[in-house]
Structure formats: structure tokens, C-alpha cells
């Protein structure tokens, strides 16, 4: 009876002390989750530098730092379409010192590469916000005797296949961007793909292909010259950049929506108030009159919003291109 009563004894003091340890844990944990962040935190960027999504990831970069602190260091590490860098993000510790800059392309990517991704898109990170959304638009030869999308749907459906369309590649967002055209009009277009998209934009102001999808910044000073006519853009209200084109929904083609968007995430399983304390900072990030002006310069519109949202956003993305890639027949990594 003795020895069982210290048995007994024992064992109480051994599950009060690990009640003890555990507590000391979380208490320490709490500490350092109130007081992060206490180093220089990395953003990478999984793009060479100077393109957009280093431009704009740069300037949320430096406006985070002052806010929380500490230095946003700015990391590119290019590769396979953003996933290189990615995928170094997605092994790094679930910390918060360790961010990366999602694009559209990521979405495609996880349809398009297939098994060859060494990370889950949607359960290897956990969303911190959708930062800003930039429409595509749509640009044509100013041969081709259409003054708008629905005279262009009517040439297409009158001459199935005679309309061709350039893109920087395969599978990539432009090439996608008239693939949805062609599904959600109902009509027959001709992709002609190239190394990259200032190529295929040379050949439709030539007049050698008809038209393609772009961005406002590449192609802006074309337009105004008149060597390129400018249609619609892609997202489904107006661009405040460009307020007196109509969008594609506007003109007869009801559901097309396609934006290129910027987004951050960090490792999945980082502790959620890490979570929360940088989505706060990068709200209000966001509404500084400096970044608002940078966004709206590159035709970009701030979004913001919940961790939640733009998590619901990327399942949605990710769904919508995958729907579209297989109905295209497009090749499958």
C-alpha cells in the first residue's frame, strides 16, 4: 500500500511538472509572439529584379519595415515560372521572418506543373493579404475592322480561326487570358505563342497577328501613338486607371474576369497572432497615400482585406484556371 501511494505520489509530481513546463512554454511562446518581430524579416520575391512584382513587392518591403521595425529584406530567387523561390519559403521556419510574393501565376502553376511542384499551393502557406489587382487589357492590329469586343466576336464567329491571337508562351496568363475568350464567347481564335510578350506585341502593331492581352504599362504608348487599338479591360468593373474603357463583361462576354494580383504568404503552422500582427501592419500599409499612388502608376488597385479572404481568393483562382486548362486541353506538367 505504501509503495503504491508513492507510486502514486510519483506520478503527481511528475504530471505537475510537466503541466509546469508546459505552461512555461506557452508563456514563453506568448513572449515572443507579442514581441515579434525582433530581427530582419526576408521577403522573397520569386522574380528577377526590376519587373513588376519586385517594383511593387519592394515598396510594400520598405513601408513594412518602417512600420514594424525591423528591415524587409528583399530576396529574388527566380525559376520555373515563381516557384523556385517559392518553394524555399514553403520549407523555411513557421516563424513570420520568412514572407513571399505571390502572382497570378502561382494559381496557374499548381494546375500546370502538376506533381513537378515540391510545395501545396493551398496547404503549405498560410495567407497573410491580397495586396493589389491589376487588370489586363485587350489590344488589336489597327487593320483589323473591329472597333470593339462584340464586332470582334462577330468577325471570329463569321471567320473561325482567322483571328489569331499572340501570347509570351504557353500556358502562361496571356495565353489563358484568350483561351477564355474563345470558351466563354463560344468562337474559334488561332494561338500563336512567343519567347515573350514585347515579341508578340512587335508582330500585332506589324500587323502579322491580330491582337493579344497585355498590360497597361507595356502597351500604353502604343496606344496613345495609334499603333495599337485598345478594345476592353479584363477585370469585371473599370479599371480607375482607365475609366472609359468598357470591360469585357460590358461587351457580351459575361463571366470574364482575369487580373493579375499580388499577394503575401508565410509558412504554414506560423503561430496566428504573427499572423494577424502583419496583416494589420500591411492594411494600413496599403492605405499610405505613397504606396496608393505607386499601385495606381502600374494600373494597380489596393485590395487589403483578411487572411481568410485572400486564402478563399487563391482556392478560387486555383479552381477557375484549372477548369479552363483542361477544357483548353492545354499540356499538364
Same mark, same amino acid.
Given at each position: 500500500?505504501? $509503495?503504491?501511494?508513492?507510486?502514486?505520489?510519483?506520478?503527481?509530481?511528475? #504530471?505537475?511538472?510537466?503541466?509546469?513546463?508546459?505552461?512555461?512554454?506557452?508563456?514563453?511562446?506568448?513572449?515572443?509572439?507579442?514581441?515579434?518581430?525582433?530581427?530582419?524579416?526576408?521577403?522573397?520575391?520569386?522574380? %528577377?529584379?526590376?519587373?513588376?512584382?519586385?517594383?511593387?513587392?519592394?515598396?510594400?518591403?520598405?513601408?513594412?519595415?518602417?512600420?514594424?521595425?525591423?528591415?524587409?529584406?528583399?530576396?529574388?530567387?527566380?525559376?520555373?515560372?515563381?516557384?523556385?523561390?517559392?518553394?524555399?519559403?514553403?520549407?523555411?521556419?513557421?516563424?513570420?521572418?520568412?514572407?513571399?510574393?505571390?502572382?497570378?501565376?502561382?494559381?496557374?502553376?499548381?494546375?500546370?506543373?502538376?506533381?513537378?511542384?515540391?510545395?501545396?499551393?493551398?496547404?503549405?502557406?498560410?495567407?497573410?493579404?491580397?495586396?493589389?489587382?491589376?487588370?489586363?487589357?485587350?489590344?488589336?492590329?489597327?487593320?483589323?475592322?473591329?472597333?470593339?469586343?462584340?464586332? +470582334?466576336?462577330?468577325?471570329?464567329?463569321?471567320?473561325?480561326?482567322?483571328?489569331?491571337?499572340?501570347?509570351?508562351?504557353?500556358?502562361?496568363?496571356?495565353?489563358?487570358?484568350?483561351?477564355?475568350?474563345?470558351?466563354?464567347?463560344?468562337?474559334?481564335?488561332?494561338?500563336?505563342?512567343?519567347?515573350?510578350?514585347?515579341?508578340?506585341?512587335?508582330?500585332?502593331?506589324?500587323?502579322?497577328?491580330?491582337?493579344?492581352?497585355?498590360?497597361?504599362?507595356?502597351?500604353?504608348?502604343?496606344?496613345?501613338?495609334?499603333?495599337?487599338?485598345?478594345?476592353?479591360?479584363?477585370?469585371?468593373?473599370?479599371?480607375? #486607371?482607365?475609366?472609359?474603357?468598357?470591360?469585357?463583361? %460590358?461587351?457580351?462576354?459575361?463571366?470574364?474576369?482575369?487580373?493579375?494580383?499580388?499577394?503575401?504568404?508565410?509558412?504554414?503552422?506560423?503561430?496566428?497572432?504573427?499572423?494577424?500582427?502583419?496583416?494589420?501592419?500591411?492594411?494600413?500599409?496599403?492605405? +499610405?497615400?505613397?504606396?496608393?499612388?505607386?499601385?495606381?502608376?502600374?494600373?494597380?488597385?489596393?485590395?487589403?482585406?483578411?487572411?481568410?479572404?485572400?486564402?478563399?481568393? $487563391?482556392?478560387?483562382?486555383?479552381?477557375?484556371?484549372?477548369? $479552363?486548362?483542361?477544357?483548353?486541353?492545354?499540356?499538364?506538367?
Amino acid at each position: 500500500m505504501d $509503495l503504491c501511494r508513492r507510486n502514486l505520489a510519483k506520478a503527481g509530481l511528475a #504530471a505537475t511538472g510537466l503541466a509546469l513546463v508546459a505552461r512555461a512554454t506557452r508563456a514563453a511562446q506568448a513572449d515572443t509572439e507579442a514581441a515579434f518581430p525582433t530581427r530582419a524579416i526576408r521577403l522573397m520575391i520569386p522574380f %528577377e529584379p526590376g519587373g513588376g512584382t519586385d517594383i511593387v513587392g519592394r515598396a510594400i518591403a520598405q513601408k513594412a519595415g518602417d512600420a514594424l521595425g525591423q528591415a524587409v529584406v528583399v530576396e529574388n530567387r527566380s525559376g520555373a515560372n515563381g516557384t523556385i523561390g517559392a518553394d524555399v519559403v514553403a520549407r523555411a521556419a513557421p516563424d513570420g521572418y520568412y514572407w513571399c510574393m505571390f502572382t497570378a501565376s502561382h494559381s496557374v502553376n499548381v494546375t500546370l506543373q502538376g506533381k513537378k511542384q515540391a510545395y501545396d499551393l493551398l496547404k503549405d502557406f498560410a495567407p497573410l493579404i491580397e495586396l493589389a489587382v491589376q487588370p489586363y487589357i485587350l489590344v488589336v492590329r489597327p487593320g483589323l475592322p473591329v472597333n470593339s469586343v462584340r464586332e +470582334l466576336i462577330d468577325l471570329a464567329r463569321q471567320k473561325p480561326n482567322s483571328i489569331t491571337f499572340g501570347s509570351s508562351g504557353v500556358g502562361g496568363l496571356i495565353h489563358l487570358c484568350g483561351e477564355l475568350l474563345s470558351t466563354l464567347a463560344g468562337i474559334k481564335l488561332t494561338h500563336v505563342p512567343y519567347k515573350g510578350g514585347a515579341q508578340a506585341m512587335m508582330d500585332v502593331m506589324a500587323g502579322n497577328i491580330d491582337m493579344m492581352f497585355t498590360s497597361l504599362n507595356q502597351s500604353k504608348s502604343y496606344i496613345a501613338s495609334g499603333q495599337l487599338r485598345l478594345l476592353a479591360v479584363t477585370s469585371p468593373r473599370r479599371s480607375p #486607371a482607365m475609366p472609359n474603357i468598357p470591360t469585357m463583361q %460590358e461587351q457580351g462576354v459575361n463571366g470574364y474576369d482575369v487580373q493579375s494580383w499580388y499577394g503575401l504568404a508565410v509558412p504554414a503552422r506560423t503561430p496566428r497572432p504573427i499572423v494577424d500582427k502583419l496583416n494589420a501592419t500591411l492594411n494600413a500599409v496599403l492605405k +499610405l497615400p505613397e504606396i496608393q499612388k505607386r499601385l495606381e502608376a502600374d494600373g494597380s488597385t489596393p485590395v487589403g482585406g483578411t487572411p481568410e479572404q485572400f486564402g478563399g481568393f $487563391l482556392a478560387a483562382e486555383v479552381a477557375k484556371w484549372r477548369e $479552363l486548362i483542361e477544357r483548353a486541353g492545354i499540356p499538364i506538367g
